[in-house]
């Protein structure tokens, strides 16, 4: 019989975090500590602006690239806050992050190709990389503080090797890649002369003293594709505005992807994107830092292992010592207790739960509560 689907969509997997998620509810979780959804509104500033550009009529087509004041907003940003230097042409605005991942991924892998990625990891990289017919070689770094050696990644490179992505701060974990790290995947691009996918929605999102992330190595800047996202720093995450900057002979096969995917973002919400990039996040860093520091405190009383995130909203601590797997964990919990978490199957680490505290103190300590009284009972 014809194969009616592409074989390659039916091999990937709908989100399972979302799947999860649906789950929880049909079966009537009341604390939810699921999605990674800033729980503060978007700043009024931002949303004038939108607004400001739908009165003035700002609803027409626009240029697939992006509204040039924006991207040269995005340059200037780039250079104050991560000291680099892209031009406007260096610059592609997308729907989101995940479209800038996806058309990054689609413009250089043939069916083959392979890509490095560090795990646990966020599950749309494998999926894309699916679409494309290329290989996921995974290295799992949770045995090594939540960083990479030379050795680790001499291991996991071929000749196909096409790419490596990074996500620093990192989700599920919150941990930054440190400049050893960084420094590992440098002095092997050099070497091996594959590209590095910086995935940065969370950048602004740190802790601790905040570190360049791996575009600070702009002598190797051909090779270097960086993935941004509005939504998570400026709660955003409706409005699907993000950026892709890679050198100019990449954008320009990249827009090819972009152009018949999504032709152009919406108009409109580009104009609260210009407005978004001089916001000052300090406040919802400091209340995320507040929330982090409770989860941490609840969650060291409780006997679980986790490294202590320096970044994002998500705390990864490990299951493995209860004996269950993660979906199972998460499903018992929820039939116990109400309270809804990530399984950690979800990240490539079946042996842990992830928990996203951007959501409000009350609904973050009822669902710690029940979390403690499940695990009492294992």
């Given at each position: 019989m014809k194969e009616?689907?592409?074989?390659?969509?039916?091999?990937?997997?709908e989100s399972l975090i979302r799947k999860f998620s649906l789950l929880a509810v049909k079966l009537?979780?009341?604390?939810?500590?699921?999605?990674?959804?800033?729980?503060?509104?978007?700043?009024?500033?931002?949303?004038?602006?939108?607004?400001e550009?739908?009165?003035?009529?700002?609803?027409?087509?626009?240029i697939s690239y992006g509204n040039e004041e924006l991207r040269r907003a995005i340059g200037a940003y780039e250079a104050r806050v991560n000291k680099v230097d892209y031009a406007p042409t260096e610059i592609m605005v997308t729907a989101g992050a995940t479209e800038s991942l996806t058309v990054?991924?689609?413009?250089?892998?043939?069916?083959?190709?392979?890509?490095?990625?560090?795990?646990?990891?966020?599950?749309?990289?494998?999926?894309?990389?699916?679409?494309?017919?290329?290989?996921?070689?995974?290295?799992?770094?949770?045995?090594?503080?939540?960083?990479?050696?030379?050795?680790?990644?001499?291991?996991?490179?071929?000749?196909?090797?096409?790419?490596i992505i990074l996500t620093s701060p990192n989700n599920p974990t919150g941990t930054v890649l440190s400049d050893e790290s960084l420094e590992v995947v440098y002095q092997s691009v050099k070497k091996n002369e594959f590209f590095v996918i910086s995935d940065e929605v969370y950048n602004q999102l740190v802790y601790t003293e905040r570190r360049l992330g791996f575009s600070k190595y702009q002598d190797i800047r051909r090779f270097i594709i960086v993935c941004q996202s509005f939504s998570k720093p400026y709660a955003m995450t409706g409005w699907r505005l993000g950026y892709l900057m890679a050198p100019l002979w990449f954008i320009s096969e990249a827009m090819k992807a972009h152009q018949y995917m999504v032709l152009a973002v919406n108009t409109f919400i580009q104009y609260g994107g210009i407005t978004a990039l001089d916001y000052d996040v300090t406040e919802m860093v400091r209340s995320y830092q507040t929330r982090r520091d409770y989860v941490v405190?609840?969650?060291s009383a409780m006997g679980l292992e986790f490294p202590k995130p320096e970044g994002a909203f998500y705390v990864f601590p490990s299951i493995e010592k209860y004996g269950l797997k993660s979906w199972e964990f998460c499903e018992k919990l929820v039939h116990a207790e109400g309270v809804a978490l990530v399984p950690g199957i979800c990240f490539d680490a079946d042996d842990h739960?992830?928990?996203?505290?951007?959501?409000?103190?009350?609904?973050l300590a009822r669902g710690l509560d029940g979390l403690e009284r499940f695990i009492a009972t294992l």
């Open positions: 009616l689907l592409n074989s390659r969509l039916r091999e990937a997997e009537g979780a009341k604390h939810i500590l699921t999605l990674g959804e800033p729980d503060f509104d978007t700043p009024k500033e931002i949303k004038q602006s939108m607004v550009a739908l009165e003035l009529g700002k609803t027409s087509y626009g990054a991924l689609l413009t250089m892998l043939n069916p083959g190709d392979e890509v490095i990625n560090l795990i646990p990891a966020y599950p749309l990289y494998k999926n894309v990389v699916t679409f494309a017919g290329a290989k996921m070689v995974n290295i799992d770094i949770s045995k090594n503080n939540f960083q990479l050696s030379t050795k680790m990644l001499e291991a996991a490179i071929t000749e196909k090797t096409k790419a405190q609840r969650m739960i992830r928990i996203s505290y951007c959501v409000e103190m009350e609904t």
